[in-house]
């Protein structure tokens, strides 16, 4: 099974603020990341490693390839603050544990 | 309104059974693959199951072989997961969700999700 390991595993920023959250897989994949506020279901920001889903902000960016992933947000605003899942579809689907981002 | 509406959770014993239904609205959901993904209570993701759009290919994740089964009813545009043999670890939010693109399994639609709680 293909493990992603995400970091850091809470993140604590204010807005206005970059943030840069890691995704690294136990071998060579396809990455989709999500976001995830309490109570809700996730939402889809990016597949295919760097392209971004429909009416995702461009303040949203994914870069990477291989093992290797990073989901940059440009410039915080305070919706963006939740938890944030990487998720590969190389090998079947499967999920890393995760990167809270929070209110500094 | 293209929308996703999961029912049929709820309290059962362990050992015991239970069939979600998602209700699909606003797309062609014969056109499109789906999946089952779970979340513990205060835990991440887990991708359970997917059906291919004409419901020929099922697919399950280690954890739950055996025990669940997908189908999906495209007259109806409903998708199913029959879970049998509970147990404790079970215990979840259960969400379903369209595979973006056949054979590319992300997720880009999905619904509010269904608790199911083993007890």
């Known amino acids: 099974e293909i493990v992603l390991t995400q970091s850091p595993g809470i993140l604590s920023l204010s807005p206005g603020e970059r943030a840069t959250l890691s995704c690294r897989a136990s071998?060579?994949?396809?990455l989709a990341w999500y976001q995830q506020k309490p109570g809700q279901a996730p939402r889809l920001l990016i597949y295919?490693?760097?392209s971004r889903a429909t009416d995702i902000p461009d303040r949203f960016s994914g870069s990477g390839s291989g093992t290797d992933f990073t989901l940059t947000i440009s410039r915080l605003e305070p919706e963006d603050f939740a938890v944030y899942y990487c998720?590969?579809?190389?090998?079947?689907?499967?999920f890393g544990q995760g990167t809270r981002l929070e209110i500094k | 309104e293209v929308q996703l509406l999961e029912s049929g959770g709820g309290l059962v014993q362990p050992g015991g059974s239970l069939r979600l239904s998602c209700a699909a609205s606003?797309?062609?959901?014969?056109?499109?693959?789906m999946s089952w993904v779970r979340q513990a209570p205060g835990k991440g993701l887990q991708w359970v199951s997917s059906?291919?759009?004409?419901?020929?290919?099922?697919y399950y994740a280690d954890s739950v072989r055996g025990r669940f089964t997908i189908s999906r009813d495209n007259s109806e545009n409903t998708l199913y997961l029959q879970m049998s043999g509970l147990r404790t670890d079970d215990t979840a939010v259960y969400y379903c969700?369209?595979?973006?693109?056949?054979?590319?399994?992300?997720?880009?639609?999905w619904g509010r999700g269904t608790l199911v709680t083993l007890s």
């Open positions: 969700a369209t595979i973006a693109v056949a054979s590319y399994w992300y997720f880009d639609l």
């Open positions: 998720q590969q579809y190389g090998s079947s689907a499967t």
């Open positions: 059906i291919s759009d004409g419901g020929t290919r099922t």
């Open positions: 606003g797309f062609a959901f014969g056109s499109r693959g």
């Open positions: 295919g490693a760097s």
């Open positions: 071998q060579s994949v396809s």
